[in-house]
Every structure is written in structure tokens, then in C-alpha cells.
């Protein structure tokens, strides 16, 4: 889970400032965010296809077209 701090924190024995992103497991990140120590990050992955290209580039074996 990725997270931003509100405020600065060790993690890991990792020392983080306020507004830094840390890399953490889930349960660590909701105890943080439960706290309120720090904010949930949701990224939209960029490589995950949208639509009817998600399949362009496959070949489909034993059949023809027609």
C-alpha cells in the first residue's frame, strides 16, 4: 500500500518527512491512516488496457479470419 505522510514518521527504520510516500504492508497503512498520520494513495496503473485494444497484439492460433 502506498501512503503519504502528515506528519513525519520512522518506518522501518527509515526516517520520513512530512509529505514523503512510503511503500508499506497493508496492515501497517490502515493501523497509519487509522491514526491519522497519513493519507492512502490510489494510483490508476498506467500499463492496465482499457477497451476493445486490450487484446490487439495476441495471435489466435488455428483460426482464419472469414
Known amino acids: 500500500m502506498k501512503i503519504i505522510l502528515t506528519s513525519a514518521q520512522t518506518i522501518k527504520a527509515k526516517d520520513?518527512?512530512?509529505?514523503?510516500?512510503?511503500i508499506v504492508n497493508k496492515k501497517e497503512g490502515e493501523r497509519l491512516i487509522s491514526e491519522g498520520?497519513?493519507?492512502?494513495?490510489?494510483?490508476?496503473?498506467?500499463?492496465?488496457?482499457?477497451?476493445?485494444?486490450r487484446f490487439s497484439g495476441h495471435k489466435v492460433f488455428g483460426r482464419t479470419n472469414g
Open 37 to 53: 498520520v497519513a493519507n492512502r494513495v490510489i494510483d490508476a496503473p498506467e500499463n492496465r488496457a482499457v477497451g476493445p485494444r
Open 16 to 22: 520520513y518527512d512530512v509529505g514523503d510516500e512510503a
